[in-house]
């Protein structure tokens, strides 16, 4: 096996230096009984060539670009990925290293993680970022629990317009604990329903996802205005990071922590995951965040250079008192989204969500010509709902033979929302794929 | 002993990002505009973030700069102990960067995904048959996340029993998200001391073991490199008091093929598949940490699960008993690709031979640097070995200023201060991808480095001299923090 490098003799003159006979000694300390003296019932090894093989007859099977035009959005997006990103990001120094525990060594990865998150803070506007969790659920979920402890109160408002799939992950974190989760409906103008919180008292958050999940974007400042009037923590939460690059950011929206998805930064959709948890606040709550900081410090030569920080609120010092348990986090994602804003710059973002933003009013446009409703007509990014006739779920499927894929339907997550169905365009999909949309929905 | 690895390269300096570049660069080849313009309500208007605007071949500069600062496997030996720094395999970066594979969206329907849940599947029952569990989910993306999902699951096993209990046991041994995730799940975390051999005895568990302890979380092999050898006997005390018993399995590439840890009592666990399964560790992350369950707890496991129907795939939702999600979608899936292909590329063999040659280098390095390094548990160790600073405290040399002059040598720092119940640890995980004579080469330069520390102490206490930056000042990075420029 090539990746164990042990010879006959290596081994034989190993064991001897440790006065035993053979591999299986070594486990003298591993009772009989706990032992497993059977064979793995495993595939049996393959060859590289025959992993090739196999992989790809794996991977040909799935639907993608270019072969597949597929107007799913929904928390994960289709975006261009610079050659150079790729390329840099495959560099082994990156890749192989651990978690930077031993700062002298490993002055690559922090300080680009200190440059991630003052990107990550300008794109949303906040003072502080983290230097990443898994995803942009359990990015919202931990600002959700950082709200708590904050504020000692047990119950958030979350906007049903946020991502389902976040709110059940928010869900899952919170009941166990014992903290409460109320729901706020939307509006027939697809934004968040704010008359509940008349009503609500002692709130640690209200969550609000903008542009939320029908696309459409919502009036942040006046959402805060009101969660902060209820002296409550406004948390704001996104799943298309690119949208900053034309809307107002969540900070200057009054934002107190935000937590959302970077994957559109630079990370291939790749099946949901590794994604990019984003997650930022103001100064003022940088020490009740949770997961790694990296933060500018002077070597004993006075030259700069960048450490792990505010360690005292991790897992490995703090034990059970920690802000959260994270160890790991997902930094090879934030090295790429880093990568990718530095390549696209404040210059080449701004275009680029300006394209993302034209492209899918150009579709919303074709469609209603089509005779076709849009359910909401509040601004949007670039994804926004359709309401097709009664019965598109059997055209929905045979699109898929066409190689299509028309959007999400909505119904399984929104049963109010039959037939209605959320599409998204970006600066990946062609006017000519959307001509090709329009004329099959429409057949 | 041989020259030494560790040399003065020509580093490059390099500014922060946004001190370099020019307004109106562009690093993105920006597609074609096939649409009219179309502007967007003033009112919903932003300035656009503040990033510098940088060439092509400012960001690769950039970037390939930083990266020549970084020391990684590929660069040599990292025995960072409890991390499994093992050597990823190349051709799993090729599996992972198919393109049917990275432009897949997660909410493709089932049929047009055949190909990734097909994979999925069968890396469930990989991990099954290596675990001894009937049933495991991929969507914990790390180890840690892979102990809140198990800590969820114990929670709601529990509820459905009808009882509510609140406390966990953990030994002292542990790694510090075992008591973190113990207690964002609510529970209340209670320490157990391990004995003077290093591992938990029967008794210490009984006496605390109660009526409201839903159960223990045990690493297993420890944290000092130590099997549990009590842990059928101990898995029994918790059984019998209605508890069950969870495994941090971060340590399992001791063992595979060796140990099914569903065969000794062990209720549920995670394993890491960034350590265990070669996918690399990017700097800190994405890991992926799969949790494997018994056949009572499979009814808690997350949704949606992956089923075969008909000779097909599907993503299966209807289980009322479910935690819920833990992940937005499927986990890390493009971790799991690697770690599939690692298992593929191995088979069963091979993955037992890595698992004993893990433990031969270890035990190994434990012969050879026991009379140079103080050994706090002198007995066989299984993956991993823990030594301590004791022998050198006499000289003011403390396991930090040993840690940092490896570095001028050539070799990452094994993981120091950890466990805690070594004072002054140093916790040495060669993996079995380091060969006989780089192991000897670690060998040689620690003993060399005790030497120093009696002829010129000062050499370690001003190391590394060889890196980019000398050592850094950590105290004023707390405390006067600096987080963004
Ligand atoms: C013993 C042990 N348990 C749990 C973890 C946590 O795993 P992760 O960093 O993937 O969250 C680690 C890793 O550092 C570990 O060494």
């Known amino acids: 096996m090539i990746y164990l490098p042990h010879t006959h003799e290596d081994i034989f003159s190993m064991l001897q230096v440790l006065g035993v006979d053979n591999l299986d000694d070594l486990f003298s300390t591993v009772p009989e009984d706990c032992r497993f003296n059977g064979h793995l019932n495993l595939p049996e090894a393959l060859s590289e060539w025959e992993l090739n093989d196999h992989m790809s007859t794996l991977s040909n099977t799935m639907a993608v670009s270019p072969e597949y035009k597929v107007f799913l959005g929904a928390g994960s997006y289709e975006h261009f990925i610079p050659a150079s990103v790729s390329y840099l990001l495959g560099r082994s120094e990156f890749v192989t290293s651990y978690t930077p525990y031993q700062p002298e060594m490993s002055q690559g990865t922090l300080q680009a993680i200190y440059e991630y998150q003052t990107l990550a803070a300008r794109l949303l506007g906040m003072e502080v970022a983290t230097a990443s969790h898994y995803d942009g659920a359990t990015a919202l979920a931990e600002a959700l629990l950082m709200a708590v402890r904050i504020t000692k109160r047990k119950k958030v408002a979350i906007s049903s317009l946020i991502h389902p799939l976040y709110r059940r992950v928010v869900q899952t974190y919170f009941e166990p604990a014992g903290y409460e989760v109320v729901e706020l409906p939307y509006l027939n103008t697809g934004v968040t329903d704010d008359s509940g919180l008349d009503d609500m008292d002692d709130l640690a958050a209200v969550a609000i996802q903008s542009p939320n999940f029908f696309g459409c974007i919502e009036n942040l400042q006046v959402l805060g205005q009101k969660t902060h009037d209820k002296k409550a923590l406004f948390v704001a939460s996104f799943t298309e990071a690119l949208a900053y690059g034309l809307l107002k950011n969540p900070g200057s929206q009054g934002a107190d922590i935000v937590g959302g998805e970077g994957q559109s930064l630079g990370i291939n959709s790749s099946f949901g995951g590794p994604a990019l948890g984003m997650l930022a606040s103001s100064k003022k709550h940088m020490r009740s965040l949770p997961g790694r900081l990296v933060g500018k410090t002077k070597d004993l030569d006075g030259k700069t250079g960048f450490v792990l920080t505010l360690a005292t609120r991790e897992q490995h010092i703090r034990r059970e008192k920690a802000t959260s348990n994270i160890c790991t986090n997902n930094s090879l994602c934030a090295l790429a989204a880093a990568m990718y804003m530095a390549s696209l710059g404040g210059t080449g973002i701004r275009k680029l969500a300006q394209l993302n933003h034209d492209k899918a009013e150009y579709l919303k446009k074709e469609l209603k010509k089509a005779g076709f409703t849009i359910t909401f007509d509040r601004p949007t990014f670039n994804e926004f709902v359709v309401e097709f006739p009664s019965g598109f779920e059997a055209n929905h499927k045979h699109l898929l033979e066409k190689k299509i894929v028309a959007g999400l339907c909505l119904a399984p997550y929104y049963p109010e929302l039959a037939n209605h169905y959320l599409l998204c365009v970006t600066e990946t999909r062609s006017k000519d794929d959307m001509d090709a949309l329009v004329r099959e929905v429409k057949s | ?485």
Not at chain 2, 4 to 17: A, C, V
Not at chain 2, 20 to 47: A, I, N, Q, T
Not at chain 2, 360 to 383: F, V
Not at chain 2, 447 to 476: F, M, Q, W, Y
Request: hydrophobic share 35%.
């Open chain 2, 1 to 485: 002993m041989k020259e030494s690895l560790g040399t003065t390269g020509l580093l490059l300096n390099e500014p922060l990002l946004w001190e370099k570049g020019k307004k109106g660069r562009c690093g993105f080849s920006l597609p074609r505009r096939d649409v009219e313009p179309c502007s967007l309500d003033e009112e919903f208007m932003g300035e656009g973030p503040d990033f510098p605007d940088l060439s092509e071949l400012d960001v690769v500069r950039h970037y390939t700069r930083l990266a020549q600062w970084n020391f990684g496997v590929d660069t040599g030996m990292y025995p960072l102990g409890s991390c499994t720094m093992k050597y990823s395999p190349k051709t799993n970066e090729k599996q992972a960067s198919l393109p049917g594979f990275t432009g897949a969206h997660p909410l493709l329907p089932s049929g047009l995904s055949q190909g990734a849940l097909n994979m999925l599947f069968e890396f469930e029952q990989y991990l099954n048959e290596i675990t001894g569990m009937y049933a495991t989910t991929l969507q914990p993306a790390a180890g840690a996340h892979g102990e809140l999902t198990g800590m969820l699951i114990i929670h709601a096993f529990h509820k459905k029993q009808g009882s509510k209990r609140s406390k966990i046991i953990v030994p002292d041994t542990a790694h510090g998200t075992n008591p973190a995730s113990i207690s964002l799940c609510g529970f209340r975390p209670v320490p157990v001391t391990s004995n003077e051999q290093g591992i938990l005895s029967v008794q210490a568990v009984s006496e605390i073991m109660d009526q409201d302890t839903a159960g223990i979380m045990v690493t297993n092999p420890n944290t000092l490199g130590l099997f549990e050898e009590n842990i059928q006997n101990i898995a029994e005390i918790v059984h019998a008091k209605g508890g069950l018993v969870y495994c941090d399995g971060a340590n399992m590439n001791a063992v595979m093929g060796m140990v099914k840890m569903g065969d000794i009592g062990i209720d549920l666990m995670q394993l890491n598949l960034h350590k265990t399964f070669s996918t690399p560790h990017g700097g800190g992350g994405p890991g992926s940490g799969p949790v494997s369950v018994a056949k009572h707890l499979e009814p808690f496991l997350p949704v949606p699960r992956v089923i075969e129907e008909n000779g097909a795939y599907i993503l299966a939702q209807d289980y009322p008993d479910s935690i819920g999600k833990i992940s937005a979608f499927h986990g890390a899936f493009g971790v799991v690709i690697k770690a599939y292909s690692y298992i593929r590329r191995m088979g069963p063999e091979n993955l037992k031979k890595a698992s004993q040659l893990a433990v031969l280098n270890a035990n190994y390095i434990k012969e050879m640097l026991k009379g140079t390094l103080h050994l706090p548990y002198d007995r066989p160790c299984m993956h991993e070995c823990v030594f301590s600073d004791k022998h050198q405290a006499a000289q003011k040399i403390a396991t930090l200023d040993m840690a940092k002059r490896l570095m001028d040598y050539g070799f990452h720092p094994p993981t120091t201060y950890f466990p805690l119940v070594v004072p002054g640890a140093i916790m040495v995980e060669p993996t079995e991808t380091e060969s006989k004579e780089d192991i000897d080469q670690f060998i040689a330069a620690f003993k060399a480095i005790a030497n120093e520390a009696g002829e010129n102490p000062d050499l370690l206490h001003h190391a590394p001299k060889s890196c980019k930056v000398k050592r850094l000042d950590e105290v004023t990075a707390a405390r006067k923090p600096c987080l963004a420029g």
